[in-house]
């Protein structure tokens, strides 16, 4: 069985206390790999070379830094297939989307590494004579990385990729479910030059080494994708440290479809958003909010659609829905279904654990009769699991989209401009998509939520190196003699 380490100060180390943890295909329920479990004392150590690494690496000119990403994002290239096959291995998603996660990675090394020749700051008028006023971006330090098992190539390219480029040095804690993925990306920048230390991976559980980056005094900022419940903890704990945080938490996201909709496309939206990736994306559609007069016919060609499905191995070419992550989330998607069927919400197909292999399946599942109060509703499920509300008007719609304490994705189906810049005037969202589905952002556009959703950072585009950088303000006073602003301008 092959074992995989920890990487620490540019070596694959074992784990100081010989703890390991065992990588499972979901949908098989194979060991395909034994991780070494980062002790306490390991986890110092990551965040130690971090810092010594620091100084060389953000001094070391960011288009230079580029040609290492450059890199990396032809070596993504050309393992792409191999990659994704790995991964349908690893965390189950069918092989098409796991071609588009590593796509999605690639995308980013790119960006990312195009910034290296950006970084702009700014410049601006001094309200003196002979002054000059301008901002530089500065790397913030050591920073933590805590990335989900949901896409396991994107997300840490995502938050790796972006922080490397603004010169920063890292320590990346990839989930649990899905280490094998964030290893490779850390075996091919490594191959591609980046420098010991720069880049530390150790792996174990959130309690333990996710809470020893938290803690850790010489992190100074930690990127987290994941829970709201754990979202609130590292918000917490590291505010007690000043540290900067930045979350991409949970979503409930609504789709809407109004009566002057194409029903079909509509349809097509909310399959593709609410049963792929078996619903485990924070971006999936996981409530549909029909107009009452296209509801009926929208639910019987919905579940027409939806019984076609084939549930299976991702890496079967008939496969459309693959296995979710673990044992625990298939229990707490069941959980949900009874809660549902409690709460006076009607199924109107799946609700049930399916076992077409070994692993953990689950039915991809539709609840009618579903009202915005219900649990079902408003609590993110993660799994392949879609509520339809029904709404009178679009004012009722939007309402009850914004009903949740969620707002990261949304989307409306429409045939009338008025109808959908309503919506993206009116729906709190970070993302509104109009006439298609509520996944599938590109890269180069800003990407996060409100509400608690997460803390108002927002990943990838533009805004991804503010994640990763501070900005400093600059005066340069050329005159020779002493300028007071503000009191000499008269
Ligand atoms: C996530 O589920 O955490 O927009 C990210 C999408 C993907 C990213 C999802 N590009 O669905």
């Known amino acids: 069985m092959q074992e995989y380490k920890l990487f620490i100060n540019g070596e694959w180390v074992e784990s100081s206390d010989g703890g390991t943890f065992d990588d499972i295909n979901p949908a098989t329920l194979e060991l395909i790999g034994k991780i070494h479990k980062a002790s306490d004392e390991d986890v110092k150590n990551a965040v130690d070379s971090a810092e010594d690494a620091f ?3 953000s001094s070391t000119p960011a288009p230079q830094r580029a040609k290492i990403l450059f890199r990396a994002a032809r070596m993504l290239e050309e393992r ?28 980013i090394t790119y960006y990312a590494a195009g910034e290296g020749r950006r970084l702009f700051g700014e410049t601006t008028p001094s309200e003196l004579p002979d002054k000059f006023a301008m901002t530089v971006r500065r790397p913030i330090g050591v920073v933590g990385l805590i990335t989900p098992w949901n896409f396991p190539l994107a997300i840490p390219a995502w938050k790796m990729m972006p922080a490397l480029i603004s010169g920063n040095t890292l320590v990346l804690k990839p989930a649990s479910d899905t280490p094998i993925m964030a290893i490779e990306l850390v075996k091919i ?39 709201l419940e754990t979202g609130k903890w590292i918000l917490g704990e590291a505010g007690k440290e000043m540290k900067r945080v930045s979350l991409e938490l949970g979503g409930k996201n609504p789709i ?39 509801l009926p016919a929208l639910l019987q060609k919905l579940i027409e ?65 579903v009202t915005p109060d219900m649990r079902i509703a408003r609590e993110e499920i993660f799994g392949p699991v879609v509520c339809l509300l029904t709404a009178s008007d679009l004012e009722e719609a939007i309402r009850i989209a914004n009903s949740v304490e969620y707002g990261l994705s949304s989307s409306i189906y429409t045939g009338n401009i008025k109808n959908a810049f309503k919506a993206i005037e009116k729906i709190d969202a970070g993302i509104t998509y109009i006439n298609a589905s509520t996944i599938g952002a590109e890269i180069h556009l800003p990407f996060g939520g409100v509400k608690s959703t997460g803390n108002g950072t927002r990943e990838a585009g533009t805004t991804t190196i503010e994640e990763f950088t501070e900005l400093k303000t600059v005066y340069i006073d050329y005159s020779g003699k002493l300028q007071k602003a503000q009191i000499d301008i008269e």
């Open 55 to 57: 100084d060389s690496w």
């Open 80 to 107: 792409k297939e191999e990659l994704a096959r790995l991964m349908t291995s690893e965390m189950g998603k069918v092989l098409k989307e796991a071609r588009g996660d590593v796509q999605e990675a690639i995308d």
């Open 189 to 227: 920048l490594t191959e591609a030059g980046l420098p010991k230390g720069v880049l530390n991976l150790v792996t174990g559980g959130g309690d333990t080494v996710g809470s020893a980056i938290v803690h850790n005094k010489k992190i100074r900022a930690v990127s987290f994708t994941g829970s």
């Open 256 to 294: 809407i479809v109004m009566d002057d909709a194409d029903l079909n496309l509509a349809i097509d939206g909310i399959i593709w958003g609410a049963f792929g990736t078996t619903g485990q994306r924070c971006t999936a559609a996981s409530r549909v909010i029909a107009h009452e007069k296209i």
């Open 305 to 369: 659609r939806t019984k076609k499905l084939r549930l299976g191995n991702g890496l079967g070419e008939n496969t459309d829905v693959g296995p979710v992550i673990n044992n625990s989330q298939l229990q707490k998607i069941a959980k949900y279904a009874d809660i549902g069927k409690n709460e006076g919400a009607k199924l109107a197909l799946g609700g049930r654990i399916a076992h077409p292999l070994p692993g953990y399946f689950f039915e991809p599942t539709i609840f009618t009769d």
